[in-house]
């Protein structure tokens, strides 16, 4: 799939008419990032808040850090530089060791990360890696603290994690928390 350079104006035009005090970006990280930048272009005043999986980092490319700055994102996962957490310092220890690259660790890698825990401790927990083992292990995991993180899944509740934090980028395109 390939988007255009830029969005249709009559998109950024309809919020500037309406004026509105925020406007939530629900759609792909490439699609947010050019909104980003063609309503900041436009000078938008609306504040602009992304769901977690808005990409801060296409967003500061696409956009530039000053355009970028001040979009606030929700995040679902915790901070991936807050080695406070055992979770995160674990994270951060396996990145920098098994990694393949000298990039510094995004919310998309930490995501996988997580994941893959859950997998291998479902697996480890019903004692079969077909999907219907998988699901019966995940649904073992109640109050499950990963360090400092903590996922609770049931038979009825399959959402995993309460967790949400705020996050805003700055101006040298970096997330503050």
Do not use: C, W
Request: glycine letters at 8%.
């Amino acid at each position: 799939l390939t988007l255009p350079d830029a969005l249709p104006i009559s998109i950024v035009k309809g919020f500037q008419k309406a004026q509105p005090d925020v406007v939530i970006l629900v759609g792909p990280p490439f699609a947010t990032a050019a909104f980003i930048k063609e309503a900041k272009s436009a000078s938008l005043s609306s504040a602009l808040y992304g769901l977690s999986y808005t990409d801060s980092r296409l967003a500061t490319k696409v956009a530039g850090n000053k355009l970028a700055r001040g979009v606030a994102i929700s995040q679902v996962l915790p901070n991936p530089n807050n080695r406070t957490l055992p979770l995160i310092k674990e994270f951060r220890e396996n990145f920098e060791k098994y990694g393949k690259t000298k990039d510094v660790p995004s919310h998309f890698n930490l995501e996988g990360y997580i994941a893959g825990r859950l997998l291998v401790e479902a697996i480890r927990r019903s004692r079969d890696a077909s999907p219907q083992g998988v699901i019966r292990g995940l649904e073992m995991l109640r109050s499950y603290d990963m360090g400092g993180y903590v996922v609770d899944f049931s038979p009825t509740r399959h959402t995993g994690s309460k967790f949400v934090d705020m996050s805003m980028i700055g101006a040298t395109g970096d997330l503050i928390y």
